[in-house]
């Protein structure tokens, strides 16, 4: 089994930071991208930002130059420091991996459980 455990969110005041954890564990023979998304109530799900194994980064533009992804591969862990947060950026977050099993050579993607991100004005 594989599974992504996120930890780091909570609740702060506009302007705040907070930085977000994501591990995954089990069965692994490799990661390829990892991301974080994120849902409001309401609302869909969005792409907020993504690495790939080699470190190459996307961001949705509502995060640029206040979100940072980062990622190390011999945890199997992705990062992501929030900066200047915004009311807007109340909540649930999400980790994501495309990941590859033992005798299997497909990729398969996970997401993690989610976690509470909530900024008051």
């Known amino acids: 089994q594989v599974q992504l455990v996120e930890s780091g969110g909570g609740l702060v005041q506009a302007g705040g930071s907070l930085r977000l954890s994501c591990g995954a564990s089990?069965?692994?023979?490799?990661?390829?991208?990892m991301g974080w998304y994120r849902q409001a109530p309401g609302k869909q799900r969005d792409l907020v930002a993504t690495?790939?194994?080699?470190?190459?980064?996307m961001y949705a533009d509502s995060v640029k130059g206040r979100f940072t992804i980062s990622r190390d591969n011999a945890k199997n862990t992705v990062y992501l420091q929030m900066n200047s947060l915004k009311p807007e950026d109340t909540a649930v977050y999400y980790c994501?991996?495309?990941?590859?099993?033992?005798?299997?050579?497909?990729?398969?993607?996970?997401w993690g459980q989610g976690t509470q991100v909530t900024v008051s004005s």
């Open positions: 690495i790939t194994s080699d470190g190459s980064t």
């Open positions: 089990g069965s692994i023979i490799s990661i390829n991208a």
């Open positions: 994501s991996a495309d990941i590859r099993k033992p005798l299997v050579s497909s990729w398969f993607h996970y």
